[in-house]
């Protein structure tokens, strides 16, 4: 079974950078998308961005031009730089594996997601 794990959240403040890392273990070939949703508190958790094994990326336009999403295979570890970052960015910070299939259309929809991390918080002032 795939288990993920996120680290490096913490406080910035606003136009500020930070990093976050998800180790993953029980890789498997069938893992084949991997993704970083975020949740504030009272709010839907949120798709914002996506990366499947090629290295193809996509991006919700909140975070589009400011955040990158990268992965690397071999080490099974899965990264969130961001940057010119704003107080509408603090949340829960969560990495998300999918087995192949579906519709890139849906890709950020966390309905879509086998795995998660427990989070990590990014509080932004």
């Known amino acids: 079974d795939v288990q993920l794990v996120e680290s490096g959240g913490g406080s910035v403040q606003a136009g500020g950078s930070l990093s976050l890392s998800c180790a993953v273990s029980?890789?498997?070939?069938?893992?084949?998308?991997m993704a970083w949703f975020r949740q504030a508190p009272g709010r839907e958790r949120e798709g914002i961005a996506y990366?499947?094994?090629?290295?193809?990326?996509s991006y919700a336009d909140t975070v589009k031009g400011r955040f990158t999403i990268s992965r690397d295979n071999a080490k099974n570890t899965l990264d969130l730089q961001m940057s010119s970052l704003k107080p509408e960015d603090t949340a829960m910070y969560y990495c998300?594996?999918?087995?192949?299939?579906?519709?890139?259309?849906?890709?950020?929809?966390?309905?879509?997601?086998?795995?998660w991390g427990q989070g990590t918080q990014v509080t932004v002032s």
């Open positions: 998300a594996a999918k087995t192949f299939g579906g519709s890139r259309s849906r890709y950020l929809q966390a309905d879509e997601y086998n795995y």
């Open positions: 029980g890789y498997t070939q069938s893992t084949y998308v």
């Open positions: 990366i499947e094994f090629d290295g193809s990326t």
